[in-house]
């Protein structure tokens, strides 16, 4: 059975920095993709970036390109989100999730297909205060 477990959430100043990690665990195949979702009060999930780590493709939502940045680690197991110059805008509950690929794809394909991610989790916090 495939986990996730999204952590490193926190309260930080407008223009900070924080980095969320995804610790992953029961894949069984290399062909996956790792998402970061966020959900702020009121309003719909989101994607914010995608990753497939088997080839380092990623994906970032416009209003994070340039600020935020996700990578895996060597053994593939933990995804991270690094997130620079955070905007108040960005306070959200942040989720990662799991596509499972049936055939190659990008990993702005893999976004496309918000519906067939599995393995939410409780997520993590992140309060920006201006």
């Known amino acids: 059975e495939v986990q996730l477990q999204a952590s490193g959430g926190g309260l930080v100043r407008a223009g900070g920095s924080l980095r969320l990690s995804c610790a992953a665990s029961g894949f069984t195949s290399r062909d996956y993709a790792i998402g970061w979702f966020r959900q702020a009060p009121g309003k719909q999930r989101e994607g914010v970036s995608t990753?497939?780590?088997?080839?380092?493709?990623?994906y970032y939502a416009d209003s994070v390109k340039g600020r935020f940045a996700i990578s895996c680690d060597n053994a593939k197991t933990t995804v991270y989100l690094q997130m620079n110059n955070l905007k108040p805008e960005d306070t959200a509950v942040y989720y990662c999730?799991?596509?499972?690929?049936?055939?190659?794809?990008?990993?702005?394909?893999?976004?496309?297909?918000?519906?067939?991610?599995?393995?939410w989790g409780q997520g993590t916090l992140v309060t920006v205060s201006s």
């Open positions: 990753i497939v780590c088997s080839d380092g493709s990623t």
């Open positions: 999730a799991y596509l499972v690929l049936t055939f190659k794809m990008t990993a702005a394909q893999a976004m496309g297909i918000m519906g067939g991610y599995t393995g």
